[in-house]
């Protein structure tokens, strides 16, 4: 079975608005799911490793996984070069975000937070505090484990951003 690219989805998904999940680490895919399923989305799931295999791959609905090489930031640069404006991606890496921003897709962590142009040197200067503190032997807390109610923001959030998304296409 061939596995379809993100750029055949791009152009053959039912739905124009399209939902890119840099899917190796994330926490809430079945909310992802469940909002594209409410709000008529695609769904493309980006993953470097052959072992994620969802259950609603079998279903029919409009939701792909692409594998990538297992190389360093494959998922990342896959995702970077493909999204486009009017994307919804859904990352924790703040490097991919900085770098799907310019190309006007909306960035949505996997705890809820919006990343915008705004905001995303913020988070980028964070991560490099935590980073160096790190080589220098300190210890960093790292995030809580995902609650409920963190995943019931998440699915509120990623809808409010997809109605967002699906209001700028309206003619």
């Known amino acids: 079975m061939k596995v379809p690219t993100l750029y055949e989805n791009g152009e ?4 124009k608005l399209r939902i890119v999940v840099d899917a190796d680490a994330c926490p809430v895919k079945n909310e992802i799911v469940a909002a594209a399923i409410e709000m008529g ?5 980006v993953a470097s490793y052959a ?15 692409v594998f990538v090489d297992q190389a360093f930031q494959a998922a990342d640069i896959y995702i970077a070069n493909t999204a486009r404006s009017g ?6 890496d703040y490097g991919l975000a900085a770098l799907c921003l310019p190309r ?10 919006e990343l915008t142009g705004d905001n995303v040197d913020e988070y980028l200067t964070r991560r490099h505090i935590s ?10 807390k790292g995030p809580r484990a ?6 019931e923001i998440f699915q509120h959030k990623l809808t409010k951003l997809l109605l967002r998304e699906q209001e700028k296409m309206r003619p």
Do not use: C, Y
């Not at 072992?51 to 029919?60: E, G, I, R, S, T």
């Not at 995902?146 to 995943?151: A, G, T």
């Open 51 to 65: 072992a994620f295999a969802p259950d609603w791959q079998l279903m029919n609905l409009d939701i792909h996984t």
């Open 12 to 15: 053959n998904m039912s739905s």
């Open 131 to 140: 980073s160096k503190a790190r080589r220098a032997g300190l210890r960093t």
């Open 146 to 151: 995902m609650s409920e109610e963190d995943r």
């Open 104 to 113: 006007g897709a909306s960035v949505l962590t996997p705890r809820g937070s």
């Open 87 to 92: 994307d919804v991606v859904v990352t924790g």
């Open 41 to 45: 989305a695609g769904v493309i799931f």
